[in-house]
Structures are given as structure tokens and as C-alpha cells.
């Protein structure tokens, strides 16, 4: 079974900063590319980030572009995203998703973490 | 930015009906086109990839067709389980990707 799980999210103060984290089973993590992406209260999906096999290969939503950096850790099946100059804007449940190669679908997600930021 | 645009944006409908969504591209995306469901307070779930190819497990009552800048995800014969959101999503241009505005399947 191929699972994703999401932690790190909370309630942070705007300007604030959190790390979400995402591990990773029953795949061959380093294999595939990995994803965040959001989805704010009662609105739509939006991409957020993708980091390739290797982290050779990064980009944003021009959303998140200088505040938000995504990283992975392939020998702990690990997926990271560091938020810093956290906006209200930015309150959403965040997902990571895998897709096995550049250009491909995302098909499979984890179960998502709540970030809300508010003061 | 690639633009997609989702019609309608929310159906009500019966078990047991067809039911046709249309999603369309402000530019060619080839057929590099994915449906998704997504249930509250549930991550989304890939049906469809490459405009028409059905993701294993999913049931075969689901279709896609189109290329270019239109296409459609069909449900035929609604099931009470299918009551739900469902997006496209263009994987054409890596950067960035972008998903239609969804439309919600509600009992009529």
C-alpha cells in the first residue's frame, strides 16, 4: 500500500514561518517527483511546489516564489516545505502528491495538513 | 498561465444519470489533461490521466475524451458514491500547473 502522511501544520501568527512534512511508504521515493499543493477553505486546488527525483530540480507558484522552499530527504522517504512570511492568504490544507516523472498526473496524495494563519 | 475553465461549476443530478462536465485550456495542452474527484474533507483521487486513459481501480462507468483545448469527463450511471467535486488538472507545462475551478455533483 502506498501511502503519503502530512504533519507540521498549525496555527501561525502572519510573518510566521512552519515546516510541513510528508513521509513516505510503499513506493520508491526516490524514484518519483513530489508535490505540494493547497487548497484554501471552501476554494479550489492550486500547485504549489515540485522538487524532482534528485532535488536537481525545483519551481513555485509565483504565489509562494521566495517564501516557501521545498526539499526531500530520500533516505528517510521524507518531503519537506519551510513557509516563511506567512500571509492569511496562504491558510489552506496543504497536500503532497506524487507524480512519477516530469510530466505526468498526480496519483497519489496524502490525507493533508491544516496550516491557518492568523493573528 | 495556462487557464482552465470548468463547466458547469456545480450539477444536480439523479442516480442513474449520464452526466457530462467540460473543462477547456486558454491553450493547447495536447492530451495532457487529469480528472480528479474529491470528496469533504478527503484529499482528491485521479481517475482519469492523459485526457481518456482510466486510473487502475477506478470504475469503469467514468470516461474521458478530448484534446487540444477541450475535454470531458462522463459518469455514466450516477452511483450514490459519485455524489462529489471534481477538477481537471493540465500537466502540459510544468510550470505551473493549474487546475479548473471544479464542479460540485449534488442530488438534485
Known amino acids: 500500500q502506498v501511502h503519503l502522511v502530512e504533519s507540521g501544520g498549525g496555527l501561525v501568527k502572519p510573518g510566521g514561518s512552519l515546516r510541513l512534512s510528508c513521509v513516505a511508504s510503499?513506493?520508491?521515493?526516490?524514484?518519483?517527483?513530489m508535490n505540494w499543493i493547497r487548497q484554501a477553505p471552501g476554494k479550489g486546488l492550486e500547485w504549489v511546489s515540485y522538487?524532482?527525483?534528485?532535488?536537481?530540480?525545483?519551481d513555485y507558484a509565483d504565489s509562494v516564489k521566495g517564501r516557501f522552499t521545498i526539499s526531500r530527504d530520500n533516505a528517510k522517504n521524507s518531503l519537506y516545505l519551510q513557509m516563511s512570511s506567512l500571509r492569511a492568504e496562504d491558510t489552506a490544507v496543504y497536500y503532497c502528491a506524487r507524480s512519477r516523472r516530469l510530466v505526468a498526473p498526480l496519483d497519489v496524495w496524502g490525507q493533508g495538513t491544516t496550516v491557518t494563519v492568523s493573528s | 498561465d495556462i487557464q482552465m475553465t470548468q463547466s458547469p461549476s456545480t450539477l444536480s443530478v439523479s442516480v442513474g444519470d449520464r452526466v457530462t462536465i467540460t473543462c477547456r485550456a486558454s491553450q493547447s495542452i495536447s492530451s495532457w489533461l487529469a480528472w480528479y474527484q474529491q470528496k469533504p474533507g478527503k484529499a482528491p483521487k485521479l481517475l482519469i490521466y492523459?485526457?481518456?486513459s482510466l486510473e487502475s481501480g477506478v470504475p469503469s462507468r467514468f470516461s474521458g475524451s478530448g484534446s487540444g483545448t477541450d475535454f470531458t469527463l462522463t459518469i455514466n450511471s450516477l452511483q450514490p458514491d459519485d455524489f462529489a467535486t471534481y477538477y481537471c488538472?493540465?500537466?502540459?507545462?510544468?510550470?505551473?500547473?493549474?487546475f479548473g475551478q471544479g464542479t460540485k455533483v449534488e442530488i438534485k
Open positions: 522538487i524532482s527525483t534528485s532535488s536537481t530540480y525545483t
Open positions: 510503499g513506493l520508491i521515493f526516490s524514484d518519483d517527483y
Open positions: 492523459k485526457a481518456s
Open positions: 488538472q493540465q500537466y502540459n507545462s510544468y510550470s505551473p500547473w493549474t
